[in-house]
């Protein structure tokens, strides 16, 4: 028979056991300050139909396609793999409207598929999580600036140096434009691309674009500003700026008495996220020292979700973390160490396996009552080969016991990480394993 | 603008916020469950290679195909959504076969795609939870009895009137047909199918594939047999069959020596897998009162997992527990109840908003600090309506305090399932509402 080769797809990540328990500490961790902030949590399928996903127009050519099996006997719609979670969620709150309690608050953690070109830390399959608060009709400006506070509990319950959440509005940059609409997008594009760190080529790039003197000058002093009264003043010739600055003072006050530290946010008018269909706030995060990195988490308000499948108005604000590629960057950062390969925590060896089967049994099951992961190492072989294997499996504590210590209701509780044991009565395993365990 | 529809394509899933806290509490039950066992995390992409997914033949035509985008710079092979994890699996082990400790024992928790005719409890996008052991070139007898005992573990943490474990060996019934080993699978599959409900019907399907008379009475007898002695009576004329009944037997009594209580297991030749690659030991569950429902959770022992891909041989022995069906199941039977639509138990009412915003978020923030999942609410409203959210939400506690209490530093602590209240010290909120709570 010939063999098929056994090999990875380019640009979708597959991970060690390692690398995925620290994934998992990371997403439980997400996922328990969105519970805390009451994110209700949603899945939508993978598959969705094509006309969903091509509705608000653009990435088409980055969505993968999926072909319905021979003997199928639906529907004849062309479907693809969702691309984001945003256009799910848009398709969910208009189909499950009658059943749902606005404002809307879900939180969505799923695989999402795009086809973009593979590239150091671009992966076509990746984990998204994502906050959105979804009004009908009508959503109070005070959820904007509430899912910044949600953003700073989740990346401080990481162990990173610091990060800070970068913030401003689109309608302040859209004003600068306002003659020339078909400009602002590519202004936008423009100003996200560049920036505040190269303002001669944001100069040379909105020239080629065909804005005037005025608005060159306004726009590269704007991403040199840092706060709302300087952008005020920079942008007195633009009296429609005002709404957006205004809106944007509201949300950085708001979000600070909602509990963000002060030091934690900054006004950045060179945030535009430019592929984005976001109409007001946006923000983006950066990881202190990590700048190089990107944004680790974006998003912001928009007027419509819904706007092709519905008259009626879902104007929401929401958040994203790409998780698969903040794994990624965490780990070779070394801010998310991935140390054992496996749960257990305790290796119970077996010396004599048949004549003492149920005494080791009996130690592994008062461990996992207490909560404590456990493997018992089944097959015969010498202590020291179990031994080895709990060390290259990163299990941090072995129980060992022998006929001596069974018929002394006592075993050998050991350290392999500071290689120390002690003799402990039955009684006493989980306490002094506990013990062992705790940082 | 021409709308597009938002509706659900037919055998994808789709559940509300209420039913999928629930899935998620089920997901956690059996992740925690299996990492109470050491068994390690993995994920595989969602997308394999055709020739990966067709390796080991049969079910073709049930695979969604996945075609690349338009922009693609990737390699030409064509591309499938995985129809299980076993497969993946296979692959995952030889491709990482030199960083992997074997017995390698890895869970995996994830969706799975298959084509198959949407009926009731039959979805197309369902959710699988697999343990299995691999070993390379060798597997100790003994971890077929060791996956047992994790299956009741699993279904003993659910809120379930009852369940068993019907475990038998596919050598058993292999030996009746070693004279015909193309009739064995059919066989096989008619015992599956019509098991030891219709022994008539059992009898007229075996005749149909050629089996002779002695045959034919040995499988029906074996199929209302319940245990290996008995069995070996019925099975004298089938030497061939010894060694199938001592494997079985050696996994009954090392199950049971591994904690399984002895009346969650039963010996039933009637189990077969029909449709799968077992080689040895194979396992079905039932919930009791629920047989109707079909197996929720069936596995076995195979001698060779990737044998498409290597020489090397990989011999190994799992379990899987259907999760979507499973969830949908014991949603229908009432035992998963679905009763808040978010992870928030306390709802902390807003009065004069922006008066006393600070102290609303101030205990907000009390309550989450110790772990409790809250929610505020942001939006100017009567209390009256503020309180109905709650209830229609599931949120089972509401905080409230005004100008009144947050002089004197209390809030008043509601019960909106019982209609109780208490005026409470700042100091002692965390540890009244942790009193509500508690089931």
Chains 1, 2 share one sequence.
């Not at 004003?175 to 202004?187: K, Y």
């Not at 020239?207 to 005025?214: I, P, T």
């Not at 819904?306 to 801010?335: H, K, M």
């Not at 006592?410 to 003799?423: E, P």
């Amino acid at each position: 028979m010939a063999l098929v080769k056994a090999a990875a797809i380019s640009g979708f990540p597959e991970w060690s056991p390692r690398v995925r328990l620290a994934e998992l500490r990371l997403t439980d961790l997400v996922r328990r300050q969105y519970d805390l902030y009451g994110f209700a949590p949603i899945e939508t399928p993978a598959v969705e139909r094509m006309e969903v996903l091509t509705a608000k127009g653009g990435i088409q050519r980055q969505i993968f396609t999926v072909g319905r099996p021979g003997d199928d006997d639906g529907e004849a719609a062309d479907l693809g793999l969702h691309f984001d979670l945003t256009v799910p969620l848009a398709r969910y709150v208009v189909q499950h409207a009658a059943e749902l309690v606005f404002p809307f608050r879900r939180q969505q953690i799923q695989k999402v598929w795009r086809g973009e070109r593979a590239q150091r830390g671009r992966f076509r399959e990746f984990t998204q999580c994502d906050i959105d608060i979804v009004g009908s009709g009508h959503l109070d400006p005070v959820h904007d600036a509430e899912v910044l506070p949600v953003i700073n509990s989740v990346f401080d319950a990481m162990d990173i140096p610091g990060f800070e959440i970068r913030v401003s509005n689109r309608k302040i940059l859209g004003a600068v434009f306002a003659d020339a609409p078909g400009t602002a997008a590519d202004a936008l594009r423009a100003v996200d691309r560049l920036g505040r760190s190269d303002p001669e080529a944001l100069n040379g790039a909105l020239e080629q674009l065909g804005a005037d003197k005025e608005q060159i000058d306004a726009v590269v002093a704007l991403t040199a500003t840092e706060s709302v009264d300087q952008a005020r003043r920079v942008l007195s010739g633009f009296p429609q700026a005002a709404r957006g600055l205004a809106e944007l003072d509201a949300v950085v006050h708001g979000a600070i008495q909602l509990g963000l530290p002060e030091d934690r946010l900054r006004t950045d008018f060179s945030i535009a996220r430019g592929l984005d269909y976001y109409t007001g706030t946006v923000c983006e995060t950066f990881i202190t020292g990590h700048e190089d990195w990107g944004s680790v988490c974006s998003g912001g308000r928009y007027d419509d979700l819904a706007s092709f499948f519905t008259n009626r108005s879902y104007p929401g604000v929401g958040v994203s973390i790409g998780l698969s590629r903040l794994v990624d960057l965490l780990i070779r950062g070394e801010y998310l160490p991935a140390s054992a390969a496996t749960p257990a925590v305790v290796l119970v060896a077996t010396q004599d396996r048949d004549e003492y089967l149920h005494g080791y049994l009996g130690l592994a099951r008062t461990l996992r009552t207490a909560g404590i992961p456990t493997e018992v190492f089944l097959q015969p072989a010498p202590l020291r080969d179990q031994i080895s294997y709990a060390s290259a499996q990163g299990i941090p504590v072995a129980v060992i016991a022998g006929r001596r210590e069974f018929d002394d209701d006592t075993a050998i509780v050991r350290d392999l990480r500071h290689h120390v044991q002690q003799l402990v009565t039955g009684d006493d395993i989980v306490r002094h394993v506990r013990g062992l365990l705790v940082p």
